[in-house]
Antibody
Framework: EVKVVESGGDLVQPGGSLRLSCEVS????????MHWVRQAPGKGLVWVSR???????DYADSVRGRFIISRDNARNALYLQMNNLRVEESALYYC?????????WGQGTLVTVSS | QSALTQPPSASASPGQSVTISCSGTSSDVGTSTFVTWYQQHPGKAPKLLIYEITKRPSGVPDRFSGSRSGNTASLTISGLQAEDEADYYC???????????FGTGTKVTVL
């Protein structure tokens, strides 16, 4: 069975940091570009970042320089280090192998940025 | 990078068809192979309906179809059913920036 499980979401103050994790089972991430997507309550989907085989990392303009995506192929895991968080970045953060025919989403992990 | 443009809402009666547009530019929707469509029910994770503009993953009914004309992609739902009432999003790779971008989302109502 394919499973994607995100964790690490929490309540954090503006300007704070948080590290999200995504554990994948049922397929090997080594062959895939892996992405983070977020969705604020009642709002639409927003692409955040991706990392592809070979170490390529790309970011949305709004997070570039503050967020760092990484992967551990041996652990079959994806991470997102989020620094200098803003109130408007409160959202459910999803991990997904976006745009593949066997794409699989997790249930997300909730990040709340508030003082 | 601005979000791709979708109509906020669309509606039709059961059994009818509804088409949702996704407007972008020649840097994304117009030239990218990686155009996808998602269905999202309240409180649930998105579900892939269409990938690579026109292809359906295993298990997705053939009532769902994708197409592209110029810089606009479209999702058509034929034979609309009550369970199709949901939010729908498009997504495209942006070739010259090596990023992805989602559409603004469309709420489909089955009358």
């Amino acid at each position: 069975e394919v499973k994607v499980v995100e964790s690490g979401g929490d309540l954090v103050q503006p300007g704070g940091s948080l590290r999200l994790s995504c554990e994948v089972s049922g397929f090997s991430i080594i062959n895939y570009c892996m992405h983070w997507v977020r969705q604020a309550p009642g709002k639409g989907l927003v692409w955040v970042s991706r990392t592809c085989p070979g170490g390529i990392a790309d970011y949305a303009d709004s997070v570039r320089g503050r967020f760092i995506i990484s992967r551990d192929n041996a652990r079959n895991a994806l991470y997102l280090q989020m620094n200098n968080l803003r109130v408007e970045e409160s959202a459910l953060y999803y991990c997904v192998n976006l745009a593949y025919s066997d794409e699989k989403w997790g249930q997300g992990t909730l990040v709340t940025v508030s003082s | 990078q601005s979000a791709l443009t979708q109509p906020p809402s669309a509606s039709a009666s059961p059994g009818q068809s509804v088409t949702i547009s996704c407007s972008g530019t020649s840097s994304d929707v117009g030239t990218s192979t990686f155009v996808t469509w998602y269905q999202q029910h309240p409180g649930k994770a998105p579900k892939l309906l269409i990938y690579e503009i026109t292809k359906r993953p295993s298990g997705v009914p053939d009532r769902f179809s994708g197409s592209r004309s110029g810089n606009t992609a479209s999702l058509t739902i034929s034979g609309l059913q009550a369970e199709d009432e949901a939010d729908y999003y498009c997504n495209s790779y942006v070739n010259n920036k090596m990023i992805h971008v989602f559409g603004t989302g469309t709420k489909v109502t089955v009358l």
